[in-house]
């Protein structure tokens, strides 16, 4: 058995070992959102800051997010451009969404942008996410909403959908899908599984006969503040996130 690690798993010696570190992350979010089918084929990115430096790493163009490893990741800057050579393609529309995102928050280092069934059929409906099951009470007072205007940012969009977003990390991105972003890769991934499970079960609700409990605003409003606050925590969203790898790589037999 040839256990010699393939060159995409070799930390480059010219590479720090922050942004390898976070590749390696960024890495382990692609695999772990190609492992619960939230892809949307090549499309969509995660994109990351790199440590004291306005470049981000994201996704080449044209690889599956399974096919995704901290070597081959782009690094680009905020209008999506390549800042380093590559053999690989950057798709600077796709990051478009993402550079405003990281160009206008300082709090936010990861932003998730997905187009999943649930997601995407929660953003067409008019009332947005509810609040009333338990990971749409999480979610109470924190999701922001824009109005579509076409498949792909542009410029004279930027600033509206940055008002659209103001302080919010959670962006109903109308008619379209959703975008997360956090302070780093774990925390925007749990934050992103919040929404998904949020979309799944009010899709699944929706479509059964008979009301739904509703929850005073009190109590969503407590779940809410209670989840922002863990999010905020040191080690919480971490330790979702590495169990999460560790289910992935248990189930697939994959080490990165
Ligand atoms: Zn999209």
């Known amino acids: 058995m040839d256990l010699t690690p393939h060159p995409d798993h070799i930390q480059p010696a010219h590479m720090s070992d922050a942004e390898w570190q976070l590749r390696v992350q960024l890495a382990h979010c692609y695999h772990l959102v190609d492992h619960f089918g939230w892809t949307e084929t090549i499309f969509n990115h995660i994109s990351a800051r790199v440590p004291g430096s306005d470049f981000y790493l994201v996704n080449p163009f044209g690889?599956?997010?399974?096919?995704?490893?901290?070597?081959?990741?782009?690094?680009?800057?905020?209008?999506?451009?390549?800042?380093?050579?590559?053999p690989y393609d950057a798709n600077p529309a796709g990051f478009a969404l993402?550079?405003?995102?990281?160009?206008?928050?300082?709090?936010?280092?990861?932003?998730?942008?997905?187009?999943?069934?649930?997601?995407?059929?929660?953003?067409?409906?008019?009332?947005?996410?509810?609040?009333?099951?338990?990971?749409?009470?999480?979610?109470?007072?924190?999701?922001?909403?824009?109005?579509?205007?076409?498949?792909?940012?542009?410029a004279d969009e930027k600033s509206r959908m940055l008002d659209s977003l103001g302080d919010k990390h959670v962006l109903v991105l109308r008619n379209h899908g959703v975008a997360v972003g956090e302070m780093d890769i774990p925390r925007a991934f749990f934050l992103l599984w919040t929404v998904q499970r949020a979309a799944e079960i009010q899709c699944a609700a929706g479509a059964m006969a008979g009301d739904n409990v509703a929850l005073p605003a009190s109590i969503s409003q407590r779940c809410s503040d209670l989840t922002a606050q863990l999010i905020r925590e040191d080690g919480f969203a971490h330790k979702f996130f590495d169990a999460m790898v560790r289910q992935m790589q248990g189930r697939r037999g994959r080490r990165l």
Not at 64 to 79: G, I, S
Not at 125 to 146: M, N, P
């Open 63 to 86: 690889l599956n997010y399974d096919e995704v490893t901290p070597a081959n990741l782009l690094k680009v800057d905020l209008e999506g451009r390549k800042v380093e050579p590559s």
């Open 98 to 154: 993402h550079g405003a995102i990281h160009g206008a928050r300082e709090d936010i280092h990861c932003v998730i942008h997905t187009h999943t069934t649930p997601v995407s059929a929660i953003a067409l409906k008019r009332a947005g996410f509810g609040h009333d099951d338990f990971y749409g009470a999480q979610l109470f007072g924190r999701v922001a909403y824009h109005t579509f205007e076409g498949i792909t940012l542009f």
